[in-house]
């Protein structure tokens, strides 16, 4: 019996919505990433964008637990030395409320590659509950 490798050819990626509110950051974030690089596919490669797309919803109301809501930092580098600046969670919420959970989506992807990049195009993030992707038709995940 011949091993078969899927190529992005063979992927037919479909279009899921999931509603953010409520759910914890890590556990929604590995759920997405395995969306997102093709996990739950029987013709899964690790080498090739087998994913599907993922439209997100109430992004800013995504769940942390225990005091990571204080305690919790992102660390920033502007290049200069010295220059190095810490954000909280409190932070993002009011200014970015999307970077919570793309940030901890990427974390899951594979590291500094163009096929993690490529990957992240098909997460799309809306803090509210409108989004421009009515006509994809997405199907609820319940997961």
């Known amino acids: 019996m011949k ?3 899927g190529t992005k050819q063979d992927a037919k990626p479909d279009w899921y919505l999931v509603d953010a509110s409520g759910l914890v950051l890590g556990r929604l974030a590995v759920k997405l990433a395995n969306l997102i690089r ?6 899964y490669t690790p080498h090739a964008d087998m994913g599907d797309y993922v439209v997100v919803i109430n992004a800013d109301k995504v769940l942390l ?3 990571k809501e204080e305690r919790k930092s992102y660390m920033f580098h502007t290049g200069y030395f010295g220059n190095e600046y810490y ?10 409320p999307e970077f919570i959970l793309e940030h901890a989506v990427r974390g899951m992807l594979p590291k500094k590659s163009s096929l993690a990049r490529s990957m992240m195009t098909k997460l799309k993030l809306y ?3 409108e989004h421009p992707h009515e006509a994809q038709n997405p199907i609820p995940f319940k997961g």
């Open 3 to 5: 091993t078969t490798f």
């Open 38 to 43: 093709g996990r739950h596919k029987p013709i």
């Open 65 to 67: 637990t225990g005091k």
């Open 87 to 96: 954000r909280n969670p409190a932070y993002f919420r009011g200014h970015r």
């Open 127 to 129: 803090a509210g509950t």
